[in-house]
């Protein structure tokens, strides 16, 4: 396992290095309001399970340091999700049979391994496939959405190679300012928005962005060549 497997999400690659990560002291300390629903800092503590994981590759940051930042991540994950959910059920933003299709016999193709592993059942598999399929055509979808409104950077991450990071921004502070969330505590705040706004070094070039068809299409056409 390596930093960028432990770390992958859009949102918090900034964290590490640029905060000094504190964490308020009452357990059940209001942290955030998100779509009027609070958060506490109780809601936000990761397992001893995770905070293991995170500290035997974070090897230079403190117990309760990695309690931090994954809590500070656990949080922007809650804003990112709500948010993004929200965005696709407002704007009516479901993948159709073609576009899940496309993407579970993609998927089926990189884990054809499994059909011959035991400790699944075919229809377990199945659903699982299928899940991933919704999912990833789903994710594109909204990332296409998401491009067409706002423009901005576009990024390469593991699980969406398109990634509207630019975009993001945007919507982010769109949902601030008509109140859907807010961030009390200033720490967590500060990881947030630091991380949401970071510069990337990396971005496509505006004549590379394609979300004419879905990614794994082009990528599969690529690799056909």
Same mark, same amino acid.
């Given at each position: 396992m ?9 949102l ?13 002291q ?13 958060? #506490? ?6 397992s001893?399970a ?10 230079d940051? #403190? ?12 949080? /922007?994950?809650?804003?990112?999700? #709500?948010v ?6 407002r ?6 049979a073609?576009?899940?299709?496309s993407a579970?016999?993609?998927?089926k ?8 592993? #035991?400790?699944?059942?075919?229809d377990?598999?199945?659903r699982?496939?299928?899940?991933m ?6 994710s ?7 491009y067409?409104?706002? /423009? ?17 921004q ?48 082009k ?5 056909e060549?």
């Amino acid at each position: 396992m390596t930093r960028s497997d432990v770390i992958p999400m859009v949102l918090f690659a900034a964290i590490v290095v640029s905060l000094g990560i504190n964490t308020p002291q009452a357990a059940n300390e209001i942290i955030a309001r998100l779509f009027n629903k609070s958060i #506490s800092q109780s809601e936000l503590q990761p397992s001893k399970a995770d905070v293991e994981r995170f500290q035997s590759v974070l090897t230079d940051k #403190s117990e309760k340091e990695v309690k931090a930042l994954l809590a500070q991540r656990a949080l /922007g994950t809650k804003i990112t999700e #709500s948010v993004l959910a929200d965005f696709a059920s407002r704007n009516a933003i479901e993948p159709n049979a073609g576009e899940v299709q496309s993407a579970y016999a993609v998927i089926k193709l990189w884990t054809v391994d499994l059909d011959e592993n #035991s400790s699944y059942q075919e229809d377990e598999l199945e659903r699982y496939r299928l899940a991933m399929a919704e999912g990833m055509a789903k994710s594109w979808k909204v990332s296409k959405a998401l491009y067409e409104a706002y /423009g901005g950077d576009v990024v390469f991450q593991q699980d969406n190679p398109l990634t509207p990071v630019g975009a993001y921004q945007k919507l982010f502070e769109q949902y601030r300012e008509q109140g859907e969330f807010v961030i009390y505590d200033p720490v967590f705040k500060a990881a947030f928005w630091n991380s949401v706004r970071m510069k990337y070094a990396n971005t496509y070039d505006e004549g590379n962005i394609d979300f004419s068809v879905p990614w794994w299409e082009k990528s599969m056409t690529a690799a056909e060549k």
